[in-house]
């Protein structure tokens, strides 16, 4: 990767353009709700550890799998505790405020270290409009935001050091993964850009018969993965990460299926793909070891699951910056006093909109948003039904959408406990008992058997996911309708 020195001075039509993208970010994560799945979750488990004041290694929440091995918790454990802390403290605002500050720091990070490769800043900034696109679907509050932020900063790192030399910085990086790894299990990515660092510096290393071009990156390799073993559960940790890998799960789980054309972030992952293919192939310069190797590694993580655009995004987006910059060399304009005026003025105008659209002040904007941006909590998840559930006393156990475990675990536990979640961990929730979900789901026969073997004596259904359910307890005589509304229907056994 091609380095260059930052420069600061007076605002220009660049830094317009880097603060724009920056603030349509920072808006676009404001204006948008807290989701159903992975936050209620999360902040259930981490109010079970400050609580407990422990880590758990067996499953509480679930009626159908209590007690069982549940190891997950420790690849999680502070993202839980510090969104449960967050949401405790400043509730949901703050909640969706703390999610847009993470993300936006993420990217400003990427737009640095595109800035560092490319010399230009609006290339930098166009590098980050590609990581945008191709990563806003993945932007929801939950534990993985804050693998984004980790994964830019070991990117930054890395080009700072291989710009400035200063040892003192790749020390960091395993302080970086050390974090990462007790935060979310996607922490082998980093290990990947590290990885393909390290390859780059060997590959300099043998160049010029020079073994000092190659250590620090290997001891920071190797400091790294020791550093994925300091965890609560230490080496079950590690091996619960590989079991999701080709998992059987996987087939249940929309994020973890191949993009397509059919949806809008299969086709600008494929859009994406084809752009970087072009920018190497017309590169000036010899593509070096490094952009290679993080192409080809996060294409295929791309092309195999939905969930990975994201960080083809992010990884390759100092590259776009620096291949634009060759292809495209811009000239240094002169800046008058009107246009430094102009480039304050709209600076000033873009913060006071990113200002506008802070969580608290959505109120006064809110009815010029579409219906699923409306409020602090998305309209999928089923405030009202489970708040009945709870007035009414309900009787136990109950069978709902997989979905509704997540706000159920938050809302409803310990009274009500949850047949399913999206805790997708096979040693929790084997195979064999989503084969069994999805066939309840689908009304096929003999659902009512499968209800009654787990005590089934209410039923919390989402019309948007399980019509075909829906429909077979409809001609069913024993069940009682309570309550409807567009998210959740409910019914008791007579």
């Not at 609006?122 to 939950?142: K, M, P």
């Not at 073994?211 to 190797?222: E, Q």
């Not at 066939?439 to 039923?459: F, H, M, P, Q, V």
Request: proline share 4%; hydrophobic share 50%.
């Amino acid at each position: 990767m091609k380095l260059k020195n930052y420069s600061f001075g007076i605002i220009t039509i660049e830094h317009v353009w880097a603060a724009v993208i920056l603030a349509g970010i920072f808006i676009f994560n404001n204006s948008h709700p807290i989701r159903l799945y992975d936050f209620w979750l999360a902040i259930a488990q981490g109010r079970e550890m400050i609580v407990s004041g422990a880590i758990p290694n067996t499953d509480v929440f679930s009626f159908s799998h209590y007690g069982a091995p549940f190891l997950s918790s420790s690849a999680y454990w502070l993202a839980d505790i510090f969104w449960y802390f967050v949401y405790v403290f400043g509730g949901s605002k703050f909640v969706i405020f703390i999610n847009t500050v993470i993300i936006v720091s993420a990217y400003a990070i990427l737009l640095m270290v595109g800035w560092r490769a490319s010399g230009q800043l609006r290339y930098a900034a166009l590098g980050v409009v590609f990581a945008a696109a191709l990563g806003f679907n993945d932007w929801n509050v939950r534990p993985q935001v804050f693998s984004y932020l980790f994964g830019a900063l070991i990117l930054w790192i890395t080009s700072e050091y291989e710009a400035t030399q200063r040892k003192g910085l790749f020390f960091y990086i395993p302080l970086v993964i050390l974090f990462w790894v007790n935060t979310h299990p996607s922490y082998p990515i980093g290990l990947i850009i590290i990885g393909g660092w390290a390859v780059s510096n060997l590959q300099k290393a043998f160049l010029v018969r020079s073994r000092k071009i190659m250590f620090p990156s290997a001891v920071v390799l190797g400091a790294s993965v020791l550093a994925c073993f300091i965890t609560p559960h230490g080496m079950d940790n590690v091996r619960m990460v590989f079991t999701l890998v080709g998992s059987p799960i996987q087939s249940h789980i929309t994020e973890w299926a191949p993009p397509s054309f059919d949806t809008l972030g299969g086709s600008l992952f494929f859009f994406g793909l084809l752009g970087v293919s072009l920018l190497m192939g017309f590169s000036s310069k010899r593509i070096s070891v490094v952009s290679a190797l993080y192409f080809l590694a996060f294409a295929y993580f791309g092309l195999n699951y939905i969930r990975s655009s994201v960080w083809f995004g992010l990884v390759m987006a100092p590259f776009v910056s620096m291949w634009l910059s060759e292809l495209m060399p811009l000239q240094h304009s002169i800046q008058n006093v009107r246009s430094r005026f102009i480039n304050r003025l709209l600076v000033g105008l873009v913060f006071a909109l990113a200002l506008i659209s802070l969580p608290w002040f959505k109120p006064f904007y809110e009815k010029s948003l579409s219906s699923d941006k409306a409020g602090d909590l998305s309209r999928e998840i089923p405030v009202a039904a489970v708040q009945y559930l709870l007035d009414n006393h309900l009787p136990a156990n109950i069978f709902h959408e997989m979905g509704f475990g997540s706000y159920l675990m938050w809302a409803a536990y310990p009274k009500y406990q949850v047949f399913i979640d999206p805790r997708f961990d096979i040693k929790l929730y084997p195979i064999s008992f989503w084969n069994e979900y999805d066939a309840i789901n689908r009304g096929d026969n003999g659902w009512e058997n499968s209800l009654a073997k787990y005590d089934i004596a209410t039923l919390m259904l989402s019309p948007k996911f399980q019509a075909d359910l829906i429909s077979a307890v409809e001609k069913s005589s024993a069940w009682e309708k309570l309550y409807e509304d567009e998210v959740a229907i409910i019914w008791v056994k007579k």
